[in-house]
Every structure is written in C-alpha cells, then in structure tokens.
C-alpha cells in the first residue's frame, strides 16, 4: 500500500496544477492517471486563455469571475520561470467578432459597460481597428471587442510542466493507473484503488471533472458535457491574430487562435442536437468536419489555401451557472472536488492553488464560495433532451 | 556544390513533364526577377536560377531547400501569390507568380 497526505485523480490542467502547487507547499502527493498526462479534454483544447466569455451584463458576474482569471493570468506568466516547459503563453488578447451592425451595436455597449465597472482591459474595434489587428481575417467580420491581455498557449506542455516540476517538489506520478474505487469509511475519506493496489491517504482531490460520476456513486449530475471541434492546419507564418469567437449566421460559435509555432487552430460546437450521453460518447462525424473547414475557409478567405492536418473533437463541461466546482465535498471529509471548467485553460492556474492552499489549511488568497462544490445538493439540474450549443446556451440564458 | 552545375529538374519519378514546352516566362523571387519555364516546378526554376535557400527554420534560422521533391516533406514550403506554406517542388510556375520565402 503507497501512503501520501494527499491523492489526487486526474492528471489533466486540473489535477496538474493542483498537484504542482501541494507539492510546492510541501506535502506528500500521489497523481494518479488513467491514461497520459492532459490525455483528456486538457490535451484537446485550443489552449485559449480566455476570462470572460459569453455576453454577460451583471456586474456581479463579471467582477466575480475577473477575481479569479485575473490571478489566473499573473500566475501563467510567474509559471514561465518556475516551470521548465515551455508553454508559449502569448497575451495576443481574444476578440468577441461581430457580423452585422446590429452586433457591432451591442459590442460598443458591452464594452462601454466594461468600463464603467473598472474592467478597463477591454478594447473596441470597429472595421478598420479589427483588420488592423488581423489582416487575414474576412470582410465580412466587422468589428468587436478585445481582451488584450487574454491569449494563447499549448495546453500540453503546460500540464506536462507542471506534473515535470511536481515530481521534482517530491510528488509521486502515477500514469496508466485507472482508479477504480474511493474508499470512504463512516464518512471519511481513506484513499482509492487503482489498477488493482490501494492508496491511502486522508485527503483525496478528484480532478475528474466529467468523469467524477463514474467514480463517486450518488455525485449525480452536476457536470455535463458538450462536444467542441477543433481542426489544425499545417504551420503558415506567424500572421499574430488574437484569439477569437464569431458567431457565422445561426451557426454555432466558431473560434479560433494561431498557435506559437504556426498551426492555425479553428474549432466550434458540433452540429446535431445530442443527448447526454450522446455527447460523452460522440466522436467526429463527416457532416461536421465539413461544416468546421467551411467556417475555416469563410474566416481565413484571404489565406486563399491552408492544408488541414488533423481535426479532432474536445470535450468542454458545463454547469448550470458557468462557474466550476471546487473545494470540499460534503459528500465525505477530506474528499475535494475540482472540475466542470468551461474555459479550463483560464480558469486552472488559480483554482488549483487555491484548493491547495485550502487542502494544505493556510488562508486561501481568495475565497472559494462562489465555486461551492455542493451549490447544486437538492437540486434537480434539468435540460433539453437533446441538445447543441446553441441549444444549451440558450437554456442557460447564457447566449 | 559548384555555382555554374545545371539544377533545373528535367526528369521526375511522379510528375510529368511532356506537355511542358519551352514558353519562357518571369516570376518574383524575394523580390529578384527570375526566368522560368511555365509548368516547372517553381522549385525548379529557383534552384536553377541560382538561388538555393527556399526558407529558414523558425528557431535556428537554419537554411533549407529542396529535400523529397515530391511534395511530402515540406522543406520547400513558401508563400505563392499570398497563399502560405505552398509546396514548390511540385507546384507548376505560372507567369508573373510572386513568390516569397518563409520564416516557418
């Protein structure tokens, strides 16, 4: 039997980033993963950094979640001296595109409401600001607003880094170790098993995110998936566009970035309404391969040709609220969750040190309520049979 | 390799270079004026004119020029007329074709 103070499940962004800071407080820490390191949904993003998405008006909201990803973005760029991989973190901002005039209307608003409640890194852009930014990009995108000090980074190495420099703060990794079992006696906490061993410890950290229902009987549906995809062309010259979303039409959100090493990366919501384990289950179809090059093509037009290398389908988790779940369970003592990121790539970085803060008992920088992993006990979380993401944003009163 | 060693390419295991005929035609190289033969490969055409670097590897900055000749390996990409990342060892030549070296 492994000892450690703390276990935890799941080494993608979440369970790397959580590991990394326990161990750097010091504490005994065994990762266990069942596949590779970010094999999940944390190594099939397109590693944007983004703080803020959707069109949220409440003031609450949005200072609320800037408390968190602003900390989240000081610490990507503290993490560039700590860690030795290279992320290719780049502050290229992500722009909010508009296609019509009606768009560009409400983006000057959202923007002047930004400045107004002190959210003073936001950027408007009308035509000519927007293809000053991004020559390459089409006509037809007509303007919007930027997040300057949002960006890019690759995703893989930065969980990799992390797990890397963990190891070398003492912590134990375990790859290709499925945990089968969380043992908890008279409400406590004691360990897991995993590919047949046990570990103890009193603390355990379930990182797993949509795949916490498989591990923990009676967790219920909290976290629900949708099925983003993302295509990568080969390297062409470094053009600097920021990342970006744009709604085509009625279609679903397109976005994309460029990558530091030149792929293009340009990915958006599957097509066909699915149920929910439909989502869990799907895996790229041929319709919206196509539907995913048209948008490609419809944006870049001015690229004129790009080779596409590989297209993919990610896995993005949903709550009802938009917010993720972290901290302790009431579910069993020493039991933590972390997961049920929408834009996980932003919003990792500060989550995990602060459950390590929380985890290692010193006074966390920021408080954790907002992201009460038991805000939804009692609560029956329903949604469309079938669903997409428009469909879903639209029943969260999120579009 | 010496200067004045012929490197147009008249003979190719996958191409076919029968209904190239002999029209002479100009296209911009980095800015420099080159003479070609329309429907050679634009590769082709540059090496024979003299110039041997197509690109530069972004993080040594390291030369690179033809290698499979065969549109597989991508050393020979480069910008044709604005589109990046073009494979000129197998991309015929056009007249008047502005062609641009790459940092990537």
Redesign the interface.
């Known amino acids: 039997m492994k000892k450690s103070d703390v276990i935890v499940v799941g080494g993608g962004l979440a369970g790397s980033h959580t590991t990394f800071h326990l161990s750097r407080l010091g504490l005994k820490v065994i990762l266990l993963e069942r596949g590779s390191i970010a094999c999940g949904a944390s190594g099939r993003n397109g590693g944007q950094v983004l703080q803020c998405e959707g069109k949220d008006r409440d003031k609450d909201i949005i200072l609320n979640r800037l408390k968190y990803t602003k900390r989240s973005v000081r610490l990507l760029k503290e993490l560039k001296d700590e860690l030795d991989f290279d992320y290719e973190f780049k502050q290229v901002g992500t722009a909010d595109i508009v296609t019509d005039e009606e768009g560009l209307a409400e983006s000057k608003e959202l923007y002047e409401l930004s400045h107004s409640i002190g959210d003073d890194e936001i950027e408007f852009l009308d035509w000519k600001g927007l293809h000053e930014v991004c020559p390459y990009f089409a006509d037809f995108l007509i303007g919007g607003r930027i997040r300057t000090t949002d960006g890019n980074l690759n995703p893989l190495n930065l969980a990799n880094g992390l797990v890397d420099k963990a190891k070398k703060y003492g912590a134990e990794v375990y790859t290709w170790h499925n945990v089968d079992k969380v043992v908890i006696e008279s409400g406590k906490v004691k360990g897991v098993e995993a590919n047949g061993e046990k570990f103890s410890a009193d603390k355990v950290v379930l990182a797993t995110s949509l795949w916490t229902r498989d591990l923990l009987p009676g967790f219920g549906f909290r976290i629900f998936p949708h099925r983003p995809l993302v295509s990568l062309s ?5 053009f600097k566009p920021p990342a970006f979303e744009v709604l085509i039409g009625d279609d679903v959100v397109w976005g994309g970035t460029q990558t530091a ?2 792929h293009l990366l340009v990915g958006g919501g599957a097509g066909k309404p699915r149920t929910v384990e439909e989502q869990y289950d799907y895996v790229l179809d041929w319709e919206d391969t196509i539907r995913n090059g048209r948008a490609l093509a419809m944006i870049f037009t ?6 596409v290398l590989r297209i993919w389908c990610g896995v993005s988790a949903y709550t009802i609220d938009g917010l993720p779940l972290v901290g302790e369970s009431a579910m069993a003592e020493g039991l933590y969750i972390m997961g049920g990121f929408v834009a996980g790539v932003c919003w990792t970085p500060i989550c995990g040190k602060l459950l390590a803060e929380l985890i290692a008992n010193k006074t966390p920088e920021v408080d954790l309520e907002s992201m009460n992993p038991n805000r939804f006990d009692n609560m029956k979380i329903e949604l469309p049979e079938k669903y997409n993401y428009a469909i879903m944003l639209e029943h969260l009163g999120r579009l | 390799m010496s200067g004045n060693t012929n490197l147009r390419i008249t003979e190719h295991p996958i191409l076919d270079f029968s209904k190239t005929d002999s029209r002479k035609v100009t296209i911009t190289v980095n800015g420099k004026r080159i003479e070609a033969y329309e429907g050679e490969p634009i590769a082709s055409a540059i090496l024979a004119s003299g110039i041997k670097v197509l690109r530069r590897t972004p993080k040594l900055k390291s030369p690179r020029s033809l290698f499979c000749a065969i549109g597989r390996c991508s050393d020979c990409v480069m910008t044709v007329n604005g589109t990046p990342s073009v494979r000129t060892c197998v991309t015929p030549v056009e007249d008047g074709m502005i062609i641009e070296s790459q940092d990537i």
């Open positions: 080969e390297p062409i010259p470094y090493t030149g001015k690229i004129k040709a790009v080779n």
